[in-house]
T-cell receptor, first 111, second 112 residues
């Protein structure tokens, strides 16, 4: 069964600090992995996409990594800002149209 | 100029009623979706349409009926609403069946 598990479930950090969110998946065959950010009361917005051959991809202060051998991905946020407070969802695509959503990590950045 | 727009944003109704949520995208995408997000914030796909054709129909009660009049619109009609239908419903679209998903702002349905 295709599954995507994220950790931690929730996280509180001080503004300016770094943090790393984890995503483990058992989806097969692997097509791509995306990280989405969902602000409270809004729809998810894509941050990055990782394909099989990519190890690292950055989008501003967000850096995603992918280890296709261990089926793990991480999202690293550098110098966190209050606006980073949101839920972060890992989404893995398994070929044509099969998309599995993770349960999300709720991040709260406090002053 | 909203890319994926859904209405209404909030909907409060009584058990047993019938209600509809509308969705429109102006991105020129050929695939549209309905997702349900429960109280635990888990997003679960309900339906997917590609070029007006139903391609994904997950295990959803047949009280839920999607309708796609054209590629830019995907509406969701719910009959005989139940308490468990309370959730946030998200419409999304993509270019191709595995493209990046663009979500609407969500429609929060509360069934009393």
């Amino acid at each position: 069964k295709n599954q995507v598990e994220q950790s931690p479930q929730s996280l509180i950090i001080l503004e300016g600090k770094n943090c790393t969110l984890q995503c483990n998946y058992t989806v097969s065959p692997f097509s791509n992995l995306r990280w989405y950010k969902q602000d409270t009361g809004r729809g998810p917005v894509s941050l990055t996409i990782m394909t099989f051959s990519e190890n690292t991809k950055s989008n501003g202060r967000y850096t995603a990594t992918l280890d296709a051998d261990t089926k793990q991905s991480s999202l690293h946020i550098t110098a966190s800002q209050l606006s980073d407070s949101a839920s972060y969802i890992c989404v893995v695509s398994a070929g044509y149209q099969k998309v599995t959503f993770g349960t999300g990590t709720k991040l709260q950045v406090i002053p | 100029d909203t890319a994926v727009s859904q209405t209404p944003k909030y909907l409060v109704t009584q058990m047993g009623n019938d209600k509809s949520i509308k969705c429109e995208q102006n991105l020129g995408h050929d695939t549209m979706y309905w997702y349900k997000q429960d109280s635990k914030k888990f997003l679960k796909i309900m339906f997917s349409y590609n070029n007006k054709e139903l391609i994904i129909n997950e295990t959803v009660p047949n009280r839920f009926s999607p309708k796609s009049p054209d590629k830019a619109h995907l509406n969701l009609h719910i009959n005989s609403l139940e308490l468990g239908d309370s959730a946030v419903y998200f419409c999304a679209s993509s270019l191709g069946r595995s493209g990046e998903l663009f979500f609407g702002e969500g429609s929060r349905l509360t069934v009393l």
